[in-house]
C-alpha cells in the first residue's frame, strides 16, 4: 500500500495509511516552515505575543506555573531512578508519572494507565504490560528485552530500536506512535502482529501499516 507523507507543527513525518499513521522520524523542512509560521508574528500579531509572554511570567513569578509541570504533565520524580523490580503496579493510575531510569525487571503493569508517563533509559527487562494503556508514553532508551506489550495501547508513544526485543505485541497498537522506521520491516514480520487491540479493535499489523 501506498502511504502518504506530511509535516504536522512539531516536525514530524508522518506516513499514513488510511486511518492509521506511525511517525518514523523528524522532518528538518518542517522545522524551517514552522520557523516561517513563527516569523509572522513581526506582523499583526506582535502586540498579542508580547501581551501573552507577559503573562506567562506574571504567572511564573506569583508561582502558579511551575516549570517541572510544564515539563512533564503530572510528573515530579515519584519513581525515577529507583528500584521497582518484583513490584505488581497492576490496574494503577500514573498518568504523566516519570519513571526515568528506574530498575523494574519482570514488574508488573497489567491494565494500569500509564498515559504520558516517561520511561527514558528504564530497565524494563520482563517487565509485564499486559492491557495497559501507553498512550503519548515515553520509552526511548528503554531496556524492553523480554517486556510482554500484549493487548497494549502505544498511541503516540515514544519507542526506540529495543521494540525489537519485547516477548509479544499481540494485539498491541501502536497507532501514531513514533517508531524508528529503520526497525519497521523487521517488526512486520513478526508472527505475533494480526491480533486486534480489544480496545481499538486494530490490528498491530494495521497500526505499524504493515504490507499484508
Not at 129 to 149: K, Y
Not at 175 to 185: H, K, N, Q, W
Amino acid at each position: 500500500k501506498l502511504g502518504l507523507l506530511r509535516c504536522d507543527k512539531d516536525g514530524f513525518d508522518w506516513r499514513k495509511n488510511g486511518k492509521s499513521r506511525v511517525r518514523t522520524g523528524i522532518v528538518m523542512g518542517c522545522r524551517g516552515f514552522e520557523r516561517g509560521e513563527r516569523e509572522g508574528l513581526r506582523g499583526g500579531n506582535k502586540v498579542r505575543a508580547a501581551v501573552a509572554a507577559m503573562g506567562i511570567g506574571f504567572l511564573m513569578t506569583i508561582g502558579f506555573v511551575p516549570l517541572d509541570a510544564c515539563a512533564i504533565s503530572g510528573g515530579g520524580k515519584d519513581f525515577a531512578s529507583k528500584d521497582w523490580s518484583g513490584q505488581d503496579f497492576s490496574g494503577g493510575k500514573y498518568v504523566g508519572k516519570d519513571w526515568s531510569g528506574c530498575i523494574a525487571r519482570s514488574a508488573v503493569f497489567r491494565n494500569a494507565d500509564l498515559r504520558g508517563a516517561r520511561f527514558f533509559k528504564a530497565d524494563l527487562t520482563n517487565a509485564d504490560f499486559t492491557g495497559a494503556d501507553l498512550s503519548a508514553a515515553s520509552l526511548e532508551g528503554a531496556s524492553l528485552r523480554g517486556t510482554v506489550l500484549t493487548d497494549a495501547v502505544l498511541e503516540g508513544a515514544y519507542l526506540g530500536e529495543s521494540l525489537l526485543d519485547v516477548e509479544s505485541v499481540k494485539g498491541a497498537t501502536f497507532t501514531d506512535a513514533l517508531v524508528p522506521e529503520i526497525i519497521l520491516p523487521k517488526l512486520c514480520s513478526r508472527k505475533d502482529i494480526d491480533a486486534a487491540n480489544p480496545k481499538t479493535n486494530e490490528t498491530t499489523r494495521d497500526s505499524l501499516m504493515c504490507p499484508q
